[in-house]
């Protein structure tokens, strides 16, 4: 007999795991954006940068190497995609905190939430991998509650919307080129270029930027690390624990955190047509992921009948 295709109860109790880490990552990832938004009002987005890497880049050296030889983590087979990867998300997290002094939270979330769309779409050229009909049209439906949320041509559109947007690009793109480098370069030499060249890349910016900071300030930037650092460990956590086409869907609970964070500490309440976009973003998004798990499934089960024929 092939084996019996249904999870175990031990792997039914680790997958509960990994979903409860993912939760708790997000809720840690958007008090981060909360504490980021109250920190540009003051604080130079480039500084605010520099000091996140300086921890988290110290972090990813201390992880690493309690896995493996640094310099041997160092090796990568693909050290420019590796470069690459890692300047486009300082980009990307540099303009999401610039985004944040003119956005709400919710509502860059909202937009930023199409990222796992565009996922889809680029996969196709860029990683030459298969999306059927049904994904394409939930692609079409995400993205036609992108442009509710962003409404260009109307009197209530803001040019910070389309920078939000060009995140969620950039964050795609950073994923896709993760999803490639990962086929050979190990998770600690992804983490280390991750840490390192975002770190080295605002420490070539912030001297023009920084300066002496308060108290209340220090406390506020310690506090977004230690969120950074905790939300990544919980990330890590949970992708040990269960598949990633499982845990994809929960990453959305980081819109739920944010309008609940940004109701209670900035008043903020989206209408009616942000929430209907976002709703269609969301849906489109939740369905490509259990789509994806669906076909991934299929094809694990279409390879256990060609190494195990039944017999006859």
């Known amino acids: 007999m092939a084996g019996d295709n249904r999870p175990s109860e031990q792997q039914q109790d680790q997958a ?16 981060q954006d909360a504490i980021t938004k109250h920190l540009t009002a003051t604080v130079a987005v480039p500084q605010l940068i520099f000091v996140r890497y ?15 030889p640094i310099r041997v983590a160092l090796r ?29 939270i919710a509502e860059m979330h909202s ?12 996969s196709v050229p860029l990683l ?11 692609v079409s439906i995400g993205f036609i509650g992108t442009l509710i949320i962003i409404q260009p041509g109307s009197g209530v559109f803001s040019p910070f919307a389309m920078m939000a947007l060009a995140c969620a690009f950039m964050f795609a793109l950073y994923n896709l080129i993760t999803r490639k480098v990962s086929r050979q370069d190990s998770f600690e030499t992804s983490l280390l270029y991750f840490g390192l ?29 230690i969120t950074s650092i905790m939300g990544h460990l919980l990330l890590i956590k ?11 869907p929960f990453n959305y609970f980081i819109l739920v955190w944010a309008m609940m964070i940004g109701f209670s500490f900035y008043g903020e309440v989206l209408d009616t047509t942000t ?28 390879l256990r009948r060609a190494m195990y024929p039944p017999e006859t």
């Open 16 to 31: 509960v795991k990994g979903i409860v880490a993912l939760i708790l990552a997000t809720l840690l990832f958007a008090a």
């Open 54 to 68: 300086f921890f988290f880049a110290l972090f990813a050296l201390i992880y690493a190497s309690r896995r493996t």
């Open 76 to 104: 990568s087979h693909w050290p420019k995609l590796q470069l690459l990867r890692g300047l486009l998300i300082v980009g990307e997290i540099g303009l999401f905190a610039y985004c944040l002094r003119y956005l709400g």
């Open 111 to 122: 937009i930023f939430a199409c990222f796992p769309l565009i996922i889809t779409v680029l």
């Open 128 to 138: 030459g991998e298969q999306v059927g009909w049904r994904r394409w049209l939930a």
């Open 197 to 225: 060249v975002g770190f080295l890349a605002s420490l070539l910016v912030v001297p023009f930027y920084w300066r002496a900071l308060n108290t209340e300030e220090s406390l506020w930037l310690l506090a977004i690390s």
């Open 238 to 248: 949970s992708l040990e624990l269960a598949p990633a086409v499982i845990l994809q």
């Open 275 to 302: 929430l209907i976009g976002a709703a269609l973003v969301v849906g489109s998004g939740v369905y490509i992921a259990r789509r994806e798990y669906a076909v991934a499934r299929a094809e694990r089960r279409r």
